[in-house]
Structure formats: C-alpha cells, structure tokens
C-alpha cells in the first residue's frame, strides 16, 4: 500500500511554518542528496577560503568531505534580501547549505526566495569554482517559478567546470521537479484558515508514493472488474483511470473531456496548473450495459442503483471512483459524467470537507454545463435546472429553506428535487452575477468561501463571513435578480 506522510509541521500555523521553519518540505532524500553534493564540493580543490565544513580545520575547503554538513563561513557576510511573501531579512550570514542559510537574523529555506534574489543570495556565499555548488544552485533555481533561464546558466557553469556533470545535472532536475510540484501544492495547503481544522488537509504526496498509489488503483479497479465478471479496457490520462468497453476513439474522446473539464475547475479555483489532486489517479467507469453498472456498484462499493440514475460518484477514503452507464441519450449521459467527476474531484479539494449539499450538487451541475460549451456540446443542464429553478423563485418558493435541506434529516433534494435546480440557478448567481453587481466584494468570493468551509468552518456562517452574504441576504438578493432576469 502506498505510504502517505502528513506534513511534519503542524496544520495550525502552515503560513508561519513556511516563513521561519528550518525543516525542508517533506522531501528528506532530496536534503540527504544536495549536502552530500555540497560536502563533495567543499573538497575539490577549488575551494575560495571562505568557507569550511562544520567541524573541519580553518583554512580553504574542508578536508571532511563525506559528511553532509552545512558550511561554517570564516568571515561572516552581511546580507540584505526579502522573501518571496516581502518578510526582510538583514543582518550576517554565518552558516549555510543545500537547503538553508543561518545567521543573526535566525535560518531562512531557500525556498523562501524568489528565482532572482535566491541566486544573489547564494552566489554571494558560494564557491564559484565548485561544480556540484552550481548545480545545487541549479536545483535550488529551478524549484522556483520563473528560476528556468537562471538555472540553465547555473547548470552551464558547472558542465565547463566538469565535463563528467551531465548524470548529476538531470538527478538534479528531476529533484527539482518534484520539489517544485511538492511546493506547489504546499501553497494550496497554505490559503486553507490557520487554527484547528475540523477535517485535516490530504497529504502532500512524494513522486514514488503517487506512483504507488496509481497501481493500487489500477489493482483495485481489476479487482472490482473481476468480481463483477467483466473486463474494461483502459485509457490512461494525467488525471484518470478511464475503463470502458467503448471504443478506443470514443473512450479517447470522453478521457480528453474529463482532463478539461479538471483543467477547468483548477483554473477557477486559481490551483496552479499541473497539480493532480487524486490519490493517484481517479478511476471512472463506462459501461454499455446496465447490468454491468448496476452489479459493479452492487459489489464494489455496495450500494444499490436507484431508478434512471446513469452514473455515481464512489469515495473510499482518498479513493476517488466514478461508475456509470452510457445509456441512448449521449448528451444527457456526458453531463451526468462530468458532474459526477466533480464530485470526485471536490473531495480531493484541500480537505475532504464537503460542501452544502445546494451547493454541492449546484457546482457539479454548473461544471458539468461550463464543460460541454467548451468542446461546443448542447449542455441539457442549462434548459433543465435554470428553468425549474427560475420558475420555483417567480413562484414565491422559499430558498433559504432549500438551502437548508440535506441528507441527515431526509428533506433533500425537496419535492421533484428542486434541490438540484435552485443548487444550480444560486452558484450561477454567486459566481456570475454578484460580482459584476457588488465587484467591491470581489470576484474570488465563491472561491473564498469555498476554501472557508473545507478548512472546517461551518458553511452559513462562512457564507456570511466570507462571501458576504448571511443565507437570508443571499436568498433575497437571488430572488431580486431572477425575478426579472433568466
């Protein structure tokens, strides 16, 4: 099974952890690697005089040069720099290695700087004759957003010093990219709230633990096909597991829907492009047949299929599985698709945290809507759920009380479930509508609110806190506005 560490920090203060932590991001073997290649540097020869090993004699380069240690500079230098969040830092620089420097003003990361200062910094402390320092800077450059060009040169300077470098520099790469995608999705983590969080963030997975993870999926997707009786096969997508009996144009075409339509709710959500939320990998199901849908959700994840329902969202844990069944009507089948895909990818969202249901159901169904006009699609959401929902508001139909229903006490989705359209007719309003009516509460309030509710505060009051609006305002203003408008 694949190993998932929590960050080492505590969740309480992420934000403060990422400014005065000395600890690396959670990527031991990449601490172990760059200061053994600084530890081989302070030795070749070349050293500038400034620096030693810790523990080793004064004087040029250190002598002990298989330890990892940081190095202790003879002569202090005076450094004045920002991080990349504007926190100064100024005063002597009196140690440093592959992943901090240290000094009177305490231990900065270098991953705390951006590409252009990061470089300044380093190659002030740095011994200019050392191959394996210029590719450490390298890696450290590359890690950064926009560090590309500068970690190129970092690189050139180390194959004039070293011909033999080529190995080290493409190690040094694919650290880098790990790192840089770890950091990433480290900064997602960090725009949840500080303090405790009532569901915690899902683990910042290593490349190896991701690799694992996606044959665990393909494993548990074999399994639940085998215990079912059929065989799928599969098409692989950054994002996705997609298993059909289809064929492989079309089970092609649905992958390539899926993978924009993620692309698309990670844009709106500002998630840096690239990061793959999934453990692993998502694993959806299309089946030809009824039966087969129906018995796979029977076995794998037991649960019966309800009456004309085409397709259903399963989650075990990090696990995100979407069953369904293609029937006659493609249009109608492709939302129920996409919808059911959002709910996947909702849950891997920062926390497992699950929105109200109005809105839960709401953004699925606008996604699923958005998605289709994308490829040019003639989305059935749209004519369904903002008629019903429009109607259900010009007949005086109360949505505080609908946003209100939820599963526990059994009053979703309300009667011929309205719940679903007025879900879908008040993210349409949150998102399109307030801010170009209101842009002094800005246009990322959805996400803000959002992001709120995963990090565990209760979905009304951060619907007042941090979208603006108490549940009785929003109600009214949503009323104000469809009334005369569709």
Same mark, same amino acid.
């Given at each position: @099974? ?28 990449? /601490?172990?690697?760059?200061? *053994? ?29 298989? *330890? ?97 470098? *080529? ?8 650290? *880098?990219?790990?790192?840089?995608? @770890? /950091? ?20 910042? @997975? ?17 399994? @639940? ?124 969202? /920062? ?79 949150? /998102?399109? &509508?307030?801010?170009? &009516? ?49």
């Amino acid at each position: @099974m694949a190993h998932m560490n929590q960050p080492s920090w505590d969740s309480r203060s992420r934000r403060e952890a990422r400014e005065a932590s000395a600890l690396p991001l959670a990527v031991a073997f990449a /601490l172990t690697v760059a200061l *053994a290649l600084l530890g081989a540097g302070a030795s070749d020869g070349s050293g500038s005089g400034t620096a030693t090993s810790a523990g080793a004699g004064a004087g040029t380069g250190g002598a002990d040069s298989d *330890a990892p240690r940081p190095f202790e500079l003879v002569t202090p230098i005076e450094v004045k720099t920002k991080t990349a969040s504007g926190h100064a830092v100024k005063g002597k620089v009196e140690r440093w290695d592959a992943e901090t420097f240290a000094g009177t003003f305490g231990t900065r990361r270098w991953d705390e700087f951006a590409a252009p200062e990061l470089n300044r910094v380093f190659r002030m402390l740095m011994d200019e004759k050392s191959a394996v320092q210029w590719i450490t800077l390298g890696e450290r450059l590359l890690e950064q957003s926009n560090g590309e060009k500068m970690a190129e040169t970092a690189f050139g300077r180390a194959k004039r010093l070293d011909k033999a470098s *080529a190995p080290e520099i493409d190690a040094a790469r694919g650290r *880098a990219a790990e790192r840089r995608r @770890m /950091l990433a999705e480290q900064r997602l983590q960090d725009i949840l709230p500080d303090g405790d969080l009532g569901s915690k963030p899902w683990p910042i @997975m290593s490349d190896e633990e991701q690799k694992e993870a996606v044959a665990e999926m393909k494993k548990d997707a074999e399994r @639940m096909m085998r215990d079912a009786g059929t065989r799928l096969s599969l098409v692989e997508t950054k994002y996705f597991l997609l298993y059909s009996e289809l064929s492989a144009q079309e089970t092609s075409r649905w992958a390539g829907q899926l993978d924009g339509m993620y692309e698309m709710v990670m844009q709106l959500f500002q998630v840096e492009p690239g990061i793959n939320l999934f453990w692993g990998k998502a694993v959806v199901f299309i089946f030809p047949n009824r039966e087969r849908f129906r018995l796979v959700q029977a076995s794998a994840f037991g649960s019966r299929v309800p009456d004309g329902v085409v397709g259903l969202c399963n989650i075990k844990g990090p696990k995100v599985f979407v069953n369904s069944y293609r029937d006659s009507d493609e249009l109608q089948f492709t939302a129920v698709l996409l919808h059911e895909t959002t709910h996947g990818i909702m849950h891997r969202y /920062l926390t497992p945290a699950k929105l109200p249901e109005w809105a839960n159901e709401g953004f699925a169904e606008r996604i699923a809507h958005m998605a289709m006009q994308r490829v040019n699609l003639r989305s059935p959401v749209d004519k369904s759920r903002r008629g019903q929902g429009v109607n259900y508001i010009r007949n005086r139909g109360d949505l505080a009380l609908v946003m209100r229903m939820n599963y526990q006490d059994g009053s979703w989705p309300g009667e011929n479930a309205i719940g679903y359209a007025v879900g879908y007719v008040l993210c349409n309003f949150m /998102l399109d &509508v307030v801010p170009r &009516v209101a842009p002094k509460r800005g246009k990322d309030r959805f996400k803000d609110w959002v992001i709120a509710v995963k990090g565990g505060k209760p979905w009304e009051k951060a619907l007042a806190e941090d979208f603006g609006f108490p549940v009785e305002t929003i109600a009214a203003e949503a009323v104000k506005w469809y009334r005369t408008n569709d």
